[in-house]
């Protein structure tokens, strides 16, 4: 593994009842044999024991912060980046890799967040125990990337959607929030999903397609589709599988991203229309029709506003390797659900 390992905690991350734990188990599994390198207070300092150098954020927003202890990280020639926070938090970490092209640097998911269900988080309290360094194991993933008016925005892991809200935690809760209140001012103001487009134009292999009454707009990379051919609804409905298609468009007639889905809400939203465009990589899926309010949405960080703007969605060809405690075809699961079966 080497000598030096970067740990990037989130301190805004929904979870962080954990972190000192989570700091002390990485103390005990990899404090003994190589020096760890960290954020100063909550970016990690507060929670490792005994750490050998202390970074301090260039920013004072998250996204600036964790970008600027990337940069650090790889001028320190750290061996292994460990971040602990949610799906966003390892989004912010996995793209500041990717536009320094240090995809060969392996990544380290702690779940700590409010949604812990992608790709890029491996591990839980139970997985980071059972972690063995000398016996770890490498994944290959690819993101999807997006751009806005030929403008490169970022990547996305999990999923990128369009609307006007997006997931978070407030006092404990997950909750729908305001994006536009988190991207301009940085604050988490409860909000439910309002936006409504009035027809998405989407264009791929120059077929045109119009796609009325959409309420989001959610698209993502298809990491493991052989798991999915024998459920019908996500597999053969879905044809991903039978069209070996690396990500899908799904265009919803309701917000699906909502934390306030209950029975009661689901018969007064029922029925569901959903509509899917697949495509693979070397393709590129055109978008536009999106609302002022919109927003851009990557794994769960406000990352752009979409209003007026047009979109290219594709496969990112380059993959970023990822740590588990298991082989990539036995380690397709959230963390968090029972993967044993």
């Not at 954020?39 to 964790?66: D, N, Q, S």
């Not at 809760?173 to 936006?195: I, Q, T, W």
């Not at 306030?260 to 689901?266: K, P, R």
């Not at 290219?312 to 044993?340: H, Q, T, W």
Request: charged share 25%; hydrophobic share 45%; glycine share 12%.
């Amino acid at each position: 593994m080497g000598t030096k390992v970067g740990v990037i905690f989130n301190p805004l991350a929904g979870r962080g009842e954990a972190f000192f734990l989570i700091g002390k188990l990485l103390q005990e599994k990899i404090g003994s044999y190589a020096g760890i390198i960290t954020g100063k207070g909550g970016y990690g300092e507060t929670f490792v024991p005994k750490v050998e150098k202390v970074l301090i954020p260039k920013g004072e927003r998250i996204p600036e912060a964790i970008d600027g202890f990337v940069e650090e990280l790889l001028e320190q020639r750290v061996s292994l980046v460990i971040g602990v926070g949610g799906d966003g938090t390892m989004n912010l970490i996995a793209s500041s890799l990717l536009r320094r092209g240090a995809s060969f640097l392996p990544l380290m998911g702690i779940a700590a967040g409010t949604a812990n269900v992608g790709p890029l988080i491996r591990f839980d309290l139970k997985e980071l125990q059972a972690f063995e360094p000398k016996k770890m194991k490498f994944h290959k993933v690819k993101p999807l990337c997006v751009s806005l008016n030929g403008e490169h925005i970022g990547y996305a892991f999990i999923d990128v959607v369009i609307g006007d809200t997006f997931l978070g935690t407030v006092n404990g809760e997950v909750k729908a929030l305001d994006a536009a209140a988190f991207y301009y001012k940085n604050l988490k103001k409860p909000k439910e999903p309002a936006s409504r487009m009035e027809e998405v134009l989407v264009v791929k292999r120059e077929r045109c397609i119009k796609v009325k009454g959409v309420a989001q707009v959610i698209a993502s990379p298809i990491h493991h589709p052989r798991f999915y051919v024998g459920k019908a609804i996500v597999g053969s409905l879905c044809w991903a599988y039978h069209l070996r298609m690396g990500g899908v468009i799904a265009f919803a007639s309701v917000p699906i991203v909502d934390p306030n889905i209950d029975l009661e809400a689901l018969e007064m939203k029922e029925p569901v229309r959903l509509e899917h465009v697949l495509f693979k990589e070397g393709e590129r899926v055109y978008l536009e029709g999106f609302p002022e309010d919109t927003f851009v949405i990557l794994d769960g960080n406000p990352s752009s506003p979409a209003g007026g703007k047009g979109m290219v969605i594709e496969i990112f060809p380059e993959a970023l390797k990822v740590i588990s405690n298991r082989p990539y075809n036995l380690d397709c699961y959230p963390v968090g659900m029972n993967r044993d079966g």
